[in-house]
């Protein structure tokens, strides 16, 4: 298993560094991998809520998600610190 991860992993510096010599005469090679590299994924699975109910919907997920993160950078009471602007 380690000689094959091994394999691969000396294959793909071995792409990239002819990639990187060859830029200027194979520039639609070069950026077809760095696209091929930068593939995000578009799905969120599902979640589960305050009282552990599967969120399926992608309104009710963007909905749980944005509550979280307001409240994980929301400062704490009694902390000195504003976000008003002023």
Do not use: Q
């Not at 298993?1 to 691969?8: E, G, K, S």
């Not at 969120?44 to 109910?53: D, K, Q, S, T």
């Not at 009710?60 to 307001?70: H, Q, R, S």
Request: net charge positive; hydrophobic share 40%; charged share 30%.
């Amino acid at each position: 298993m380690r000689a094959c991860r091994d394999a691969v992993r000396k294959a793909k510096v071995h792409l990239e560094l002819n990639l990187a010599r060859d830029i200027k005469d194979n520039k639609k090679g070069f950026f077809k991998y760095i696209d091929s590299i930068w593939k995000t994924r578009d799905n969120v699975g599902p979640l589960l809520n305050e009282v552990g109910a599967l969120v399926m919907e992608d309104t009710e997920k963007a909905e749980l998600l944005n509550a979280f993160f307001t409240s994980a950078f929301a400062p704490k009471a009694g902390s000195g610190i504003s976000f008003s602007g002023g």
